[in-house]
Every structure is written in C-alpha cells, then in structure tokens.
C-alpha cells in the first residue's frame, strides 16, 4: 500500500502545485526510480510495479484502465487454480500459497508495455506518452538487473536467465525450482 501512495503523491501534489505535465511525469518516474534503486539499500529495491501503477493512475488513469488487463488476467490465471483446488481448506486456499506465478509476471510486463501505447491511441499528450514509455523501460531494466550477478555465478545458461528476467521478472535458480515442482 505505501508503494501505491508512494507513486501518486508527486503527481498528486504537482498537479494541486500547477507544474507542468514535464516536471510531473519526471517527478513521478524519480520516485519508481527510487523504488527501484534507493540509495540506502546501496541501489537495490524492489521493482518498482505497484509504484508505477500509482504513478500511472495519478497521471491519467483512463489508459491505466486498459492497462489492468492483462495485469488481471494474470492475475485470475494465478489465483483461480488455488481457489478452486478442493483438496485444501478455503481457509488454506485463501492464503494465496504455492510455488511463484509465470502468468502474474507476464501480465504485468503485458501491462506496462501497452500502456505507452494505450495512451498514445487514446491522444494523451506526448510527455504523457513517453513517460510511460519511460516507465516500461525501467521495469524492464530493474527486471533484468535485480540479482543478475547471483544467476550469472550460478548458471553459465546467459540466454535463459535474461529471457527467464525479462518474462518471468525472477531469478534464473527461482524458475528452475518452479520448473521441477509446477506452476
């Protein structure tokens, strides 16, 4: 929830401010950068989603809408199976446990890209437009780049950890796990 309330505050409050479209958007891609690459946890964070969403939303949030999409089909194809699985309790179900997601994650990169485009079609502004842009390509890099030093130390497979970052937004030893045991 913080990292929600973390994204749309620099818009929120740029725009109650009156600064421009330009200085708000970079506003609101300093903070994702922030989440992302904090300077006191020596540059590494999370990955900046929820915080770019809020970004998003603050921004414009009619491209967000369709943006959502994907991030909830992702989401429904995630959480479904764990519902609906009669062998455990509803309590047990509800608590949303099993192995990591590959729908989830896909989703999410789904999201972020058609953002920029959504928002594009829909005649949002060009500043608008490419801060989005902006914002898939961070993801995308933080992606690539959250514990790449330990994947590469463990596995000689280059090709298959930036592919398994760039899909599936987890380590490379994290998706072989998955893959021994199911989705």
């Known amino acids: 929830m913080i990292e929600f309330v973390k994204g749309a505050i620099p818009i929120l409050v740029g725009k109650t401010l009156g600064f421009s479209l330009l200085t708000i958007t970079i506003a ?20 900046g989603n929820t915080t770019g969403l809020a970004m998003a939303a603050a921004l414009t949030p009619i491209p967000l809408l369709f943006t959502l999409i994907p991030i909830a089909t992702g989401t429904a194809l995630r959480t479904w199976p764990i519902l609906l699985n009669t062998t455990q309790s509803l309590n047990e179900r509800l608590k949303f446990r099993g192995p990591p997601s590959r729908s989830l994650p896909l989703g999410m990169a789904a999201g972020f890209f ?5 928002s594009w079609q829909l005649g949002e502004s ?3 437009t490419s801060g989005f842009s902006a914002l898939f390509i961070l993801i995308m890099v933080r992606r690539l780049t959250a514990g ?31 893959d021994l045991h199911g989705e």
């Open 28 to 47: 609101g891609l300093a903070v994702v950068i922030g989440q992302m690459w904090p300077i006191f946890s020596k540059f590494d964070g999370e990955k």
């Open 114 to 118: 058609i953002l920029p485009i959504i």
């Open 126 to 128: 060009l500043i608008v």
């Open 148 to 178: 790449l030093k330990d994947d590469l130390k463990a596995s000689n497979d280059t090709k298959g950890i930036y592919i398994n970052r760039l899909l599936y937004d987890r380590s490379y030893c994290q998706q072989q796990e998955i």
